[in-house]
Each structure stands twice: as structure tokens, then as C-alpha cells.
């Protein structure tokens, strides 16, 4: 009987199915397909699983990835004056030389290739931790570790091209870059229209085969300096029946020089340091031997690209994001401490104080949300849709906290020179933003886009089953999905029992977290219903929807932080994450629900979100207790920023150099700071402390933090 119910819906739904979902084409299907799933998928289901979010154990770092991170990476931070390399546009050569020698370009690839084989984490906390001293130099380490070839030649490569580059790329004689995207092609870049035409050519005696390839590529992170270039092309036989010589996007590696090839003048992303630049080919011949896993592997470039980004994309500018957020966060905490107005420090005016915990409850979660899936990374997953999240949301949280702090900061924010505290990172933000898919198209076409196929229990066998003209399948796939949203509407209005065991400590945020996951299942099968794949279309719409599972996504990984920390003393501040992420996401639902193009759709929305209770703004109470403690515990401030590292010089510098001095007076320095406001002698003030000498430094050293630089003026341009 059931399967023949199964049978029947399946006959009268192919049709009408088949019309509103389109066929994939081969570039869709790879983006489609990248990856695994993770917790993602439970939470888009309605039905997370709290145990088995805990169940993802942190690899702890090994020794050598514990002795790289206190001594290379503390190492070559010492030597990295942010300003003067923004200044010069580039590192100096003892730094260039460093990264090769101590093999920052081979973290990725394995000991026996010479490199360091570090994990998922240690390679992002690398990252995280130069970034916080110079961006262009943290850049300059990701690339070969995430966007270059090293993991697509680990993966696809020959054994005679791992044999050959992996050495020379681990101790930095080979330097690699990667060129995607072209000037008409940047989101949508499986669009590309460099084209190589399969040819045989008489090299040496023999009888060659490979590509003619022409090509221009633009915005190649380390193009001006790479002695190596990897190249995606669409690959063309023109010996094949029509409709049948597109063989597909391929990737090769060529060598600098290559006769065709030239590397172009440098791009200046917002005047930053790091290496970035066009390449073009004209006529180049590209051999099957370096075609990217040889002549088999013609084609596949797309799928090897996909998934490769599904597990890039959560490490390097994810890591970028967290250093911004942490410098953010210590800068405007640490100078609201020093920087005195009406004879407060303005980190306890309201209004300032305020904006510090909500920064510190976002770093927090965004924080918690990229170990749990760099941990994720070393269990052997390829999480792309949570990748995604990562990219998007870790950037964008890392561009607030910096606009933030340039609030915070005011005329010392504005004021470029040695002693600013964020403005080169405030110039770098947006680059984040931008690169590896830009996070307006991401936050729509991937991760819900995706999500909706990958982490939805049902579509993708309703796909499948359409795709294979299977009316029983479909049918079965129907009539399963039909049960699935009934269950979400009625856990969304009657309530969602907690599946598994979240923290104790966290146990109602958890029933909150299980509430809102029914209530977005809910919400995305009625929009997909109602709107089918006009869904794909209606951006504003499917943005919503990638933004909730994101916000989601976010605070179940505040839950799997305070388990895997165990830092009780932090229970405020996972709180506020998860309370802040839940309350983003029932807005946005709430938003999502009203735009909703029919009236009874809108109506059954909104029936589905009123049983959500306790679900609203932290408190201005909450947020200045944080603050609070923020101010009063310094050991919390580190660990909410662990990975700030030393510069050689510099404004940051400078303010490590006073809240040290701070702590070391403890509360001499308030009275200090009236003193001096009426003497207007620094030797004067000191001398009223119990420790004379070091209430000095203290005053000096706060000095240097609140002062700003002047340049000479040279009348003749003005």
C-alpha cells in the first residue's frame, strides 16, 4: 500500500518537479557535491543533536606545532614593524628570507615532503597570530598553505609532480600562486573564458600532447614574486563532435619563466604590502605533464577547486577575521583604560563600555564557531557549507570590530603613523570581504544555495530521483519530506525537546538553540514550497535564510567551547555569544516572514515564531557587567585574545608596554592620573606614587599611547 501511495505521488509530482527544478549543469553539480556535512546539516533539519556536536574532540597542538607557535611564529613577529612595511609596500628581505628558511610556505605539506605537516588549527593559529602584527605578512604565509597548489598536488597530483614540487615548495625555493579569477569572471568563476585548445607538438624528437592556452587572470595574491603558477582554463578539443569539446576546467602548473606567460605589474589592494598582481598568456603550451594529477585529471579542475575551497575557506581569512576582532577587542579595551575625559576612563562611559561587550560577546562566538570546525577539519571532515558560514561571518565580524574601535579611538583611529593602533587593519578589512567569493553572493548561493541541497534531509534524493526519471523514489522522498515539515511545525509551536546533552551550564540556551533550529527547518521548506527555484532568484530571501543557519550555526559552537575550554570563568560571555547569535537569527527570521511573497505563508510564519520565548537584546545590565570584567580581568581579556602577538615597534606596542606598567601600579595609577591632570608634569605625578621610578614609566609609556604622529609640511604642495 505505501509503495504503492509512493508510486502514485511520485507519477503526479515528476512533472512539476521537473520544471521547477532546472538541471544541474557539470560546474553547478561540483560546487554542489564539495564536501561533507556536518552539524550543520541537524540544525537546517530542526533536529540538533548536542552530543554529537560534543562528540568533536580539539586535537591538542603536537610538540613541534607547540614549539613553532612560541618560537618561529613569536620569532618573526618580533621582527615586523607594521608601519614601516606599509610604508615600503613590502617585508624586508631578512623577514622573506626567514619564512623560507623556517618553512612558514610548508605548514600544510607532509614531513616526508620536507614540509611541516602541521593540523588544521595549528596552521590557522599561525595565521591568526601573525595577522594580529602585519596582515600583508600573514597573507603572504596563507597563500601557499590554503589558495596555492600544495593541497591540490597533495590530493590529485602525480607521484613525479609531488616528488618534484612538494620539496621545493616546503622550503620556500619554489613560491606558488593560483590564477582563477579574470577580469570577466571574479564570484562567478566557473565562468571563465581562458581557453586551451588540446594540441600535439614535436618537443625535442617526440611527439607531444597538451593545451594552447590564452589566458588573463587578475588579483593573484603573490603573482609578482612566484616562481610557480597554477592555472585554471577551460580544456577544448576541437577533434570532438560538437557539443562534445568542452572538456571541462582544468588546472595545471607552470613554471616562471614560460614562454607566453607574463607576470603583470602589481595590483595595490587598498595600498596594502602583501604581493598581489595580473598574469597573462598568449599561445602558452601547457603539456599533460603538468596538467594537476596528469592527463586523467583533464576536467576535474572544478571539483579539485571546490574541494579544496571547502576546507580553505574555514582556515586562512577566517583566521584573518579572528585577528582583527581580537586586536580590535584588546585595543579599545586597553585604551578605554589609559584614555581619560571628564576624569573617567572612557571605557566606563555607558555608551562606550557598551560597545566593548558586544565585541566581546561576537569574538567569543565567532571564535568558538572556528575552533569547532578547524577541529572538525582534523577529524577528516570538508565541512563546505560551514566553511562558508566561516568566511562570511568571521570577515564581516572582523570589519565591525574594527569600525568599532576606530569609533572608540576617535582622532587617535584617524591619524595615520608608527603609533596607530588599527588603521591599516581598518584599510585591510574590506579585502576579506571581497576575496574567495564575495560575501554578498556567498551569504545567498553557497551557504544557503548549497545548504539547502546538502544539509536539507530530502532534496537532494528529490533531485536525484527526478534527475534518474524515478517516480518511486521520488515519491518515497515526497511523502518522507511531507512528515518532516508537519514534525517542524508542530515542534515549532508546541516545542522542541533537547536531543543529546549540551554543557549543564548551558542547558536552557541549548532548549533555545533546538527551538529556533525547528522553527528555520520550518521556515526554509515554506519558502522553498511557496517559491520553488524562483528561490534561487529572490536574494534577499535566500541571504536571510544562509544568515539565520549561520547566526545557528555560530552559537551551537559556543556550547562545544565552554565543554571543550573548560574555561568556567568565560560562562558570561558564552552566554551572551549564543544570546546575541539567537537573537540576530529570530530577528532576521522575523524579517524573512513579513517579505514573504503570499499572506497566508506570512500568517503560518508568524504562528510558527510566537511560541519562542526569552529569546532578546542583551541587557544593558549584561553588557556592562561584561564590560566590567573586561576591565577588571586582564586574564579574561587574554583569553578571549590569545593569539596577540609582540611587534618589533609600534603603537601596539606601546599600549602592551603601559597595561603592563598599569597592572604593576594597580590602583596608583587612577590617583596618578588626577594628579597629573593638575600638575601637568609627568615627574611631578610620579613622585606622589608609592614607586616613583616606575609610576614615571607608567606616564611616559601612557603618554606615547594617546599621542598622535605629525609629518613635516612641505609648503611647495600645498
Same mark, same amino acid.
Given at each position: 500500500?505505501?509503495?504503492?501511495?509512493?508510486?502514485?505521488?511520485?507519477?503526479?509530482?515528476?512533472?512539476?518537479?521537473?520544471?521547477?527544478?532546472?538541471?544541474?549543469?557539470?560546474?553547478?553539480?561540483?560546487?554542489?557535491?564539495?564536501?561533507?556535512?556536518?552539524?550543520?546539516?541537524?540544525? &537546517?533539519?530542526?533536529?540538533?543533536?548536542?552530543?554529537?556536536?560534543?562528540?568533536?574532540?580539539?586535537?591538542?597542538?603536537?610538540?613541534?606545532?607547540?614549539? &613553532?607557535?612560541?618560537?618561529?611564529?613569536?620569532?618573526?613577529?618580533?621582527?615586523?614593524?607594521?608601519?614601516?612595511?606599509?610604508?615600503?609596500?613590502?617585508?624586508?628581505?631578512?623577514?622573506?628570507?626567514?619564512?623560507?628558511?623556517?618553512?612558514?610556505?610548508?605548514?600544510?605539506?607532509?614531513?616526508?615532503?620536507?614540509?611541516?605537516?602541521?593540523?588544521?588549527?595549528?596552521?590557522?593559529?599561525?595565521?591568526?597570530?601573525?595577522?594580529?602584527?602585519?596582515?600583508?605578512?600573514?597573507?603572504?604565509?596563507?597563500?601557499?598553505?590554503?589558495?596555492?597548489?600544495?593541497?591540490?598536488?597533495?590530493?590529485?597530483?602525480?607521484?613525479?609532480?609531488?616528488?618534484?614540487?612538494?620539496?621545493?615548495?616546503?622550503?620556500?625555493?619554489?613560491?606558488?600562486?593560483?590564477?582563477?579569477?579574470?577580469?570577466?569572471?571574479?564570484?562567478?568563476?566557473?565562468?571563465?573564458?581562458?581557453?586551451?585548445?588540446?594540441?600535439?607538438?614535436?618537443?625535442?624528437?617526440?611527439?607531444?600532447?597538451?593545451?594552447?592556452?590564452?589566458?588573463?587572470?587578475?588579483?593573484?595574491?603573490?603573482?609578482?614574486?612566484?616562481?610557480?603558477?597554477?592555472?585554471?582554463?577551460?580544456?577544448?578539443?576541437?577533434?570532438?563532435?560538437?557539443?562534445?569539446?568542452?572538456?571541462?576546467?582544468?588546472?595545471?602548473?607552470?613554471?616562471?619563466?614560460?614562454?607566453?606567460?607574463?607576470?603583470?605589474?602589481?595590483?595595490?589592494?587598498?595600498?596594502?604590502?602583501?604581493?598581489?598582481?595580473?598574469?597573462?598568456?598568449?599561445?602558452?603550451?601547457?603539456?599533460?605533464?603538468?596538467?594537476?594529477?596528469?592527463?586523467?585529471?583533464?576536467?576535474?579542475?572544478?571539483?579539485?577547486?571546490?574541494?579544496?575551497?571547502?576546507?580553505?575557506?574555514?582556515?586562512?581569512?577566517?583566521?584573518?577575521?579572528?585577528?582583527?576582532?581580537?586586536?580590535?577587542?584588546?585595543?579599545?579595551?586597553?585604551?578605554?583604560?589609559?584614555?581619560?575625559?571628564?576624569?573617567?576612563?572612557?571605557?566606563?562611559?555607558?555608551?562606550?563600555?557598551?560597545?566593548?561587550?558586544?565585541?566581546?560577546?561576537?569574538?567569543?562566538?565567532?571564535?568558538?564557531?572556528?575552533?569547532?570546525?578547524?577541529?572538525?577539519?582534523?577529524?577528516?571532515?570538508?565541512?563546505?557549507?560551514?566553511?562558508?558560514?566561516?568566511?562570511?561571518?568571521?570577515?564581516?565580524?572582523?570589519?565591525?570590530?574594527?569600525?568599532?574601535?576606530?569609533?572608540?579611538?576617535?582622532?587617535?583611529?584617524?591619524?595615520?603613523?608608527?603609533?596607530?593602533?588599527?588603521?591599516?587593519?581598518?584599510?585591510?578589512?574590506?579585502?576579506?570581504?571581497?576575496?574567495?567569493?564575495?560575501?554578498?553572493?556567498?551569504?545567498?548561493?553557497?551557504? &544557503?544555495?548549497?545548504?539547502?541541497?546538502?544539509?536539507?534531509?530530502?532534496?537532494?534524493?528529490?533531485?536525484?530521483?527526478?534527475?534518474?526519471?524515478?517516480?518511486?523514489?521520488?515519491?518515497?522522498?515526497?511523502?518522507?519530506?511531507?512528515?518532516?515539515?508537519?514534525?517542524?511545525?508542530?515542534?515549532?509551536?508546541?516545542?522542541?525537546?533537547?536531543?543529546?546533552?549540551?554543557?549543564?551550564?548551558?542547558?536552557?540556551?541549548?532548549?533555545?538553540?533546538?527551538?529556533?533550529?525547528?522553527?528555520?527547518?520550518?521556515?526554509?521548506?515554506?519558502?522553498?514550497?511557496?517559491?520553488?527555484?524562483?528561490?534561487?532568484?529572490?536574494?534577499?530571501?535566500?541571504?536571510?535564510?544562509?544568515?539565520?543557519?549561520?547566526?545557528?550555526?555560530?552559537?551551537?559552537?559556543?556550547?562545544?567551547?565552554?565543554?571543550?575550554?573548560?574555561?568556567?570563568?568565560?560562562?558570561?560571555?558564552?552566554?551572551?555569544?549564543?544570546?546575541?547569535?539567537?537573537?540576530?537569527?529570530?530577528?532576521?527570521?522575523?524579517?524573512?516572514?513579513?517579505?514573504?511573497?503570499?499572506?497566508?505563508?506570512?500568517?503560518?510564519?508568524?504562528?510558527?515564531?510566537?511560541?519562542?520565548?526569552?529569546?532578546?537584546?542583551?541587557?544593558?545590565?549584561?553588557?556592562?557587567?561584561?564590560?566590567?570584567?573586561?576591565?577588571?580581568?586582564?586574564?579574561?581579556?587574554?583569553?578571549?585574545?590569545?593569539?596577540?602577538?609582540?611587534?618589533?615597534?609600534?603603537?601596539? &606596542?606601546?599600549?602592551?608596554?603601559?597595561?603592563?606598567?598599569?597592572?604593576?601600579?594597580?590602583?596608583?595609577?587612577?590617583?596618578?592620573?588626577?594628579?597629573?591632570?593638575?600638575?601637568?608634569?609627568?615627574?611631578?605625578?610620579?613622585?606622589?606614587?608609592?614607586?616613583?621610578?616606575?609610576?614615571?614609566?607608567?606616564?611616559?609609556?601612557?603618554?606615547?599611547?594617546?599621542?598622535?604622529?605629525?609629518?613635516?609640511?612641505?609648503?611647495?604642495?600645498?
Amino acid at each position: 500500500m505505501i509503495a504503492w501511495l509512493a508510486s502514485a505521488i511520485g507519477r503526479a509530482a515528476m512533472r512539476p518537479f521537473a520544471k521547477a527544478l532546472p538541471p544541474l549543469g557539470d560546474t553547478e553539480r561540483a560546487a554542489l557535491e564539495a564536501g561533507t556535512v556536518g552539524f550543520e546539516g541537524q540544525l &537546517f533539519a530542526g533536529r540538533p543533536d548536542f552530543s554529537a556536536l560534543l562528540k568533536v574532540k580539539p586535537l591538542p597542538f603536537t610538540p613541534a606545532e607547540q614549539s &613553532f607557535l612560541d618560537n618561529e611564529v613569536r620569532e618573526l613577529c618580533s621582527m615586523l614593524d607594521d608601519h614601516a612595511i606599509d610604508q615600503a609596500g613590502d617585508m624586508p628581505p631578512e623577514v622573506w628570507r626567514f619564512l623560507r628558511e623556517k618553512r612558514f610556505f610548508g605548514m600544510i605539506i607532509p614531513p616526508e615532503y620536507g614540509g611541516l605537516g602541521f593540523g588544521h588549527l595549528a596552521h590557522a593559529t599561525v595565521v591568526t597570530r601573525i595577522a594580529t602584527v602585519n596582515v600583508a605578512a600573514a597573507v603572504t604565509v596563507m597563500v601557499p598553505n590554503s589558495l596555492g597548489p600544495a593541497e591540490l598536488l597533495l590530493r590529485y597530483g602525480t607521484l613525479a609532480q609531488k616528488q618534484h614540487y612538494l620539496p621545493r615548495l616546503a622550503d620556500g625555493r619554489e613560491l606558488p600562486c593560483f590564477g582563477l579569477t579574470a577580469p570577466s569572471a571574479g564570484s562567478d568563476a566557473a565562468s571563465i573564458p581562458d581557453r586551451g585548445t588540446l594540441v600535439e607538438r614535436d618537443i625535442n624528437g617526440q611527439k607531444v600532447r597538451g593545451f594552447v592556452v590564452n589566458f588573463d587572470k587578475r588579483y593573484i595574491t603573490l603573482a609578482p614574486v612566484a616562481t610557480v603558477v597554477g592555472l585554471a582554463f577551460h580544456a577544448y578539443d576541437n577533434t570532438l563532435p560538437e557539443g562534445q569539446r568542452d572538456l571541462g576546467i582544468t588546472c595545471a602548473l607552470l613554471p616562471v619563466p614560460t614562454g607566453g606567460m607574463e607576470i603583470g605589474r602589481r595590483h595595490l589592494p587598498m595600498g596594502s604590502a602583501f604581493m598581489n598582481g595580473p598574469i597573462h598568456g598568449r599561445e602558452v603550451f601547457v603539456p599533460m605533464d603538468s596538467i594537476i594529477g596528469g592527463e586523467k585529471q583533464v576536467g576535474q579542475g572544478w571539483r579539485m577547486l571546490m574541494e579544496c575551497l571547502a576546507a580553505g575557506r574555514a582556515i586562512s581569512l577566517p583566521a584573518l577575521g579572528s585577528a582583527m576582532q581580537q586586536g580590535a577587542l584588546f585595543v579599545v579595551n586597553g585604551y578605554g583604560q589609559i584614555r581619560e575625559q571628564f576624569g573617567l576612563p572612557i571605557a566606563r562611559f555607558h555608551a562606550i563600555a557598551g560597545i566593548i561587550a558586544e565585541m566581546s560577546a561576537e569574538l567569543y562566538a565567532t571564535d568558538a564557531a572556528r575552533h569547532y570546525t578547524a577541529a572538525a577539519l582534523d577529524e577528516g571532515q570538508q565541512p563546505s557549507v560551514a566553511s562558508a558560514i566561516l568566511k562570511v561571518h568571521l570577515t564581516e565580524a572582523g570589519r565591525r570590530a574594527v569600525n568599532h574601535g576606530m569609533d572608540i579611538l576617535g582622532g587617535k583611529g584617524i591619524i595615520a603613523g608608527p603609533s596607530n593602533l588599527l588603521g591599516i587593519g581598518y584599510r585591510h578589512a574590506p579585502i576579506a570581504i571581497t576575496v574567495e567569493g564575495a560575501n554578498l553572493l556567498t551569504r545567498a548561493l553557497i551557504i &544557503f544555495g548549497q545548504g539547502a541541497v546538502r544539509c536539507h534531509p530530502h532534496v537532494l534524493d528529490e533531485m536525484k530521483a527526478i534527475e534518474a526519471k524515478d517516480e518511486q523514489a521520488l515519491g518515497q522522498a515526497l511523502w518522507l519530506h511531507v512528515r518532516h515539515v508537519v514534525r517542524n511545525l508542530r515542534r515549532s509551536v508546541f516545542g522542541a525537546s533537547l536531543i543529546g546533552l549540551p554543557p549543564a551550564d548551558l542547558k536552557m540556551e541549548a532548549q533555545l538553540i533546538a527551538r529556533l533550529s525547528t522553527q528555520y527547518g520550518f521556515t526554509a521548506d515554506l519558502a522553498m514550497g511557496l517559491l520553488g527555484g524562483q528561490l534561487k532568484r529572490l536574494e534577499l530571501l535566500s541571504a536571510r535564510l544562509g544568515d539565520v543557519l549561520a547566526h545557528l550555526y555560530i552559537a551551537s559552537a559556543c556550547l562545544w567551547r565552554y565543554q571543550a575550554d573548560g574555561h568556567p570563568d568565560l560562562l558570561p560571555f558564552a552566554q551572551a555569544g549564543i544570546r546575541q547569535q539567537l537573537n540576530r537569527a529570530h530577528s532576521i527570521l522575523q524579517d524573512l516572514h513579513a517579505n514573504l511573497p503570499s499572506a497566508p505563508a506570512r500568517w503560518l510564519g508568524g504562528v510558527s515564531l510566537r511560541a519562542t520565548g526569552g529569546l532578546h537584546p542583551l541587557r544593558d545590565v549584561q553588557l556592562l557587567a561584561l564590560a566590567e570584567l573586561l576591565r577588571t580581568r586582564r586574564d579574561l581579556v587574554d583569553k578571549l585574545c590569545p593569539d596577540l602577538s609582540l611587534p618589533k615597534q609600534g603603537g601596539q &606596542f606601546d599600549l602592551v608596554e603601559a597595561l603592563s606598567l598599569s597592572a604593576q601600579l594597580g590602583e596608583d595609577t587612577s590617583a596618578l592620573n588626577k594628579v597629573l591632570r593638575h600638575s601637568q608634569s609627568m615627574e611631578t605625578a610620579s613622585q606622589s606614587a608609592t614607586n616613583p621610578a616606575l609610576a614615571l614609566r607608567y606616564l611616559q609609556a601612557a603618554d606615547r599611547v594617546i599621542q598622535v604622529d605629525d609629518v613635516a609640511h612641505n609648503p611647495e604642495t600645498a
